[in-house]
């Protein structure tokens, strides 16, 4: 029985971070990220949900997450996974598909899944790199065209204007959890800023989102709490920071999320500044 191996690069050249796991069993939780992630696997299978529906994926098959896709994973017949995914921040998309075609836009994938793509290779090609820690330009030319193939046939040309029908009352609450993240917040806090009950609420805002509020806060501080990390925060001190009760629930909500303890991604960012 090998052990899982987790291995994570920042690349400061594409400004991308590229995740490689090997072996894993682990199941992942219903959550969402800021960041598009483009993936693929190399071997195993799974059972996905995302935006509520149900996938099959397998060896070869490509996963796109738009940002703030909910999205959630686990292994079946206990079969274990070798997976490799890049994350790219909304900025960086933007910046790189204005220069491929020449729209200032943030583009959408149409589905998480596109079964055992050709383009499978070279998104593998580019990830290596990035593990090797390749410098020359060779990796810049596949990462555009990598994201040009995968534009043209993968994604929808949509303005940016916001991406769904979010009703005012949910979007208030959302934005509310964004901007007290790291308070105590209480379901009767959400539902007052809604004008609906507590159950209305949750309801609603699961069936709009595709996750529930609690779910939402604790990715938001998720989110919140790797940014600090990234800058060498200590993991208590990013844990309390960013609401969470203590250590150890953070450690947990970190892992579940992220796949790496909070020590370990804090230490991809300090090995790169040394």
């Known amino acids: 029985m090998g052990q899982e191996e987790r291995t994570v690069r920042f690349d400061y050249d594409l400004q991308i971070e590229a995740y490689r796991f090997e072996g894993i069993m682990q199941k992942f939780p219903n959550h969402f990220h800021e960041y598009y992630v483009i993936g693929f696997i190399e071997s195993g299978q799974r059972r996905l949900s995302c935006k509520n529906e149900e996938y099959v994926i397998g060896t070869g098959d490509i996963i796109f997450f738009n940002p703030l896709d909910n999205h959630a994973c686990e292994s079946i017949d206990n ?7 890049l994350n790219i921040k909304p900025e960086i998309m933007r910046k790189v598909t204005k220069e491929i075609t020449g729209q200032d836009y943030l583009p959408s994938f149409a589905s ?35 994201i040009q193939q995968l534009i043209e046939e993968y994604s929808e040309a949509i303005e940016d204007t916001e991406p769904r029908a979010i009703k005012q009352e949910i979007g208030n ?6 901007v007290h993240y790291a308070e105590h917040i209480a379901l009767d806090d959400l539902a007052k800023i809604a004008n609906m009950n507590k159950y209305s609420l949750l309801r609603s805002f699961t069936q709009i989102r595709g996750i529930t509020p609690y779910r939402y806060l604790q990715t938001v501080r998720i989110n919140e709490a790797k940014k600090r990390l990234e ?9 309390i920071e960013t609401g969470f009760v203590d250590q150890s629930h953070f450690s947990n909500f970190f892992m579940g999320f992220i796949g790496l303890t909070p020590g370990q991604y804090r230490d991809i960012f300090i090995q790169n500044e040394k």
């Open 173 to 178: 609450v959302c934005h509310y959890l964004e």
């Open 231 to 239: 800058h060498g925060v200590k993991p208590l001190d990013a844990a």
């Open 79 to 85: 079969e274990k996974l070798d997976y490799r995914c």
């Open 112 to 146: 998480p899944v596109a079964c055992r793509s050709e383009k499978a290779q070279l998104l593998h090609n580019l990830h290596q790199m990035i593990m090797d820690e390749i410098t020359d330009f060779e990796k810049e030319e596949t990462f555009y065209f990598l």
